[in-house]
Nanobody, 129 residues
Framework: QVQLVESGGGLVQAGDSLRLSCAAS????????MGWFRQAPGKERMFVAA?????????YYGDSVKGRFTISRDNAKNTVFLQMNSLKVEDTAVYYC?????????????????????WGQGTQVTVSS
């Protein structure tokens, strides 16, 4: 079992930056593909970013965040990060961290919520105009 705890959310203005963190329990963090999703009120959960296991040399990003958000990981700290720059009002949502447990090859399959087995409780990001 893996527990994920997100932090770093808050209220910011458009154009500002935030860095979200997701701390994972367990000794197998380095072997897990990690992802970030977000969900705005009344909308489906949407893919934000994913990072490959181990060194995290491969990443995927949702179209709406490419060039503004960066996902990274620190395996020594069992933590995955989401650096969010040039925030927009439409980035307002609850952001969720997710981890896989199936050890498949890192493909765009991991842009889907169904690819993940563990989820955090979420952290609210609100961007005002």
């Amino acid at each position: 079992q893996v527990q994920l705890v997100e932090s770093g959310g808050g209220l910011v203005q458009a154009g500002d930056s935030l860095r979200l963190s997701c701390a994972a329990s367990g000794r197998t963090f380095a072997n897990r593909i990690m992802g970030w999703f977000r969900q705005a009120p009344g909308k489906e959960r949407m893919f934000v970013a994913a990072i490959s296991r181990s060194s995290g040399g491969s990443t995927y990003y949702g179209d709406s965040v490419k060039g503004r958000f960066t996902i990274s990981r620190d395996n020594a700290k069992n933590t995955v990060f989401l650096q969010m720059n040039s925030l927009k009002v439409e980035d307002t949502a609850v952001y969720y961290c997710a981890a896989d447990a199936r050890y498949y090859e890192f493909t765009d399959h991991y842009t889907r919520p169904s690819a993940y087995d563990y989820w955090g409780q979420g952290t609210q990001v609100t961007v005002s105009s």
